[in-house]
């Protein structure tokens, strides 16, 4: 027994001082905040300006994230693969960096030049021209963002220093600013701004550190880029739609009270949703240096630490459903049983996607992005039209039966793929060898 417990306390203590669990601890240090933030800010929004204006501010940010798809154009997956691939080799990482900064320029520009057609030409957006062209500050945050750079060298400390920068601005901005009913046109405004500020740093340090110049930019190396990375972002469309279109459906379908309410129940769950989509950010780069080294540690490494991220997910859940009426109190004293009973269906989300968020690893890890971009397509649109359907019936519950019914059928399309090919051929390999 004595033998037993001394093994397992050197094993763990190895764990801990291991670089990849060192990394994951400043990694979630900087995203613990990130999720935090909402949880200071939207009550005192909501205090301020109402639940119906807290809609409108969530209908416009999911709308301005949805359009960040056309800004990384694939740079959030393709190019923190390249990055952690080529991580040695200075003069390819300089390379990838201003290819790809410089896309995503021309790529700006594109957009906010449409979105100021129609946002002066569509009656929709025109009701609420300044919340729209305030929060524009969002997308040109998102272009100078370096985060997929540092997730490809694996530098978290830089990533967590940016985060942090950015939420203490908006923080601070929501506070300062945000005191009155009609101050909800400037809540996106403020969210730009703290990434703007804190990208920017961040962009011109790696510059200057790097020695990376912009005067080796070449056009073909641009439309090189647009062209490979095209089938991922085509993907990237259908995977955002799925993340945003329920906000934007409840707001053409119903009403922006009806979407502060969403808002307010994805509010709590979108913390753990979006502790997910940051664990694979962290992980990802090393699955995909791993596969192309090592598929035997590459599995090993995966199943470890998305196991142990699993059973975290599963536990956080099934505390929030016991205290469900709790934590929609915290943010708002309306409607607290109702919003209580859609919550307890909603802590279902997570917990699928603390699975299908890892299987999505190994397909794009084992280079099956055109499966994957099928599955994601055609899965989002039977998603939306599920939606549309029992939005109409059931309202928000509706709303959250499809995305649970979706996410289980990814689950099990993804599992059948990597059952049948890539499991198997991984372990013939490791036998061969």
Not at 52 to 70: Q, T
Not at 221 to 232: A, C, G, I
Request: proline share 2%; glycine share 6%.
């Amino acid at each position: 027994m004595k033998v037993f417990l001394k093994n397992n306390f050197q094993k763990a203590i190895v764990l801990i001082l291991n670089k990849q669990t060192q990394n994951l601890l400043v990694y979630g240090l900087g995203q613990g905040f990130n999720l935090v933030t909402p949880l200071l800010v939207v009550p005192f929004i909501v205090s301020k300006c109402g639940v119906a204006n807290f809609g409108k501010v969530s209908i416009a940010m999911a709308i301005l994230f949805f359009l960040m798809v056309f800004i990384d154009f694939g740079s959030d997956i393709i190019g923190v693969k390249e990055v952690a691939i080529h991580r040695a080799n200075l003069k390819q990482l300089e390379k990838i960096f201003i290819t790809t900064f410089t896309t995503k320029l021309v790529l700006l520009i594109v957009v906010v030049s449409i979105c100021t057609l129609l946002f002066t030409t569509i009656p929709f957006f025109n009701s609420e021209k300044q919340l729209f062209f305030l929060g524009l500050t969002v997308l040109v945050g998102q272009f100078i963002n370096p985060t997929w750079y540092f997730q490809g060298i694996e530098n978290f400390k830089g990533i967590t220093t940016l985060t942090i920068i950015s939420k203490i601005i908006y923080l601070s901005g929501i506070f300062l600013f945000i005191h009155q009913n009609s101050d909800y046109i400037y809540i996106n405004f403020l969210w730009g701004i703290g990434t703007i500020i804190a990208n920017g740093i961040t962009f011109f340090s790696i510059m200057i550190r790097q020695g990376f110049s912009f005067k080796n930019t070449k056009k073909s190396d641009v439309l090189e880029l647009l062209k490979s990375n095209f089938s991922m972002f085509f993907s990237q469309i259908f995977v955002s739609l799925q993340m945003y279109a329920p906000i934007m459906l409840i707001g053409v379908f119903g009403n922006n009270f009806m979407a502060g309410q969403y808002k307010i129940i994805d509010q709590i769950i979108v913390v753990f949703k979006t502790y997910i989509y940051l664990f694979f950010n962290f992980v990802y780069p090393r699955v995909c240096y791993l596969i192309d080294t090592n598929k035997k540690e590459a599995l090993h490494f995966w199943k470890r630490y998305n196991g142990f991220n699993f059973l975290f997910i599963a536990f956080s859940m099934t505390i929030l459903f016991v205290f469900s009426s709790k934590a929609i109190y915290f943010f708002t004293k309306k409607n607290v049983l109702e919003s209580s009973d859609v919550l307890k269906i909603a802590v279902l989300i997570p917990v699928l996607l603390a699975i299908s968020i890892p299987l999505k690893q190994l397909l794009l890890g084992f280079n099956k992005q055109r499966f994957y971009i099928r599955t994601t397509m055609i899965m989002v649109v039977v998603n939306m039209v599920l939606m549309v359907v029992l939005l109409r019936f059931f309202n928000i519950k509706g709303v959250l039966s499809s995305l649970i019914l979706t996410e289980i059928s990814i689950i099990t399309i993804y599992s059948v793929l990597l059952k049948e090919n890539i499991i198997p051929f991984v372990a013939k390999k490791n036998k061969i060898k």
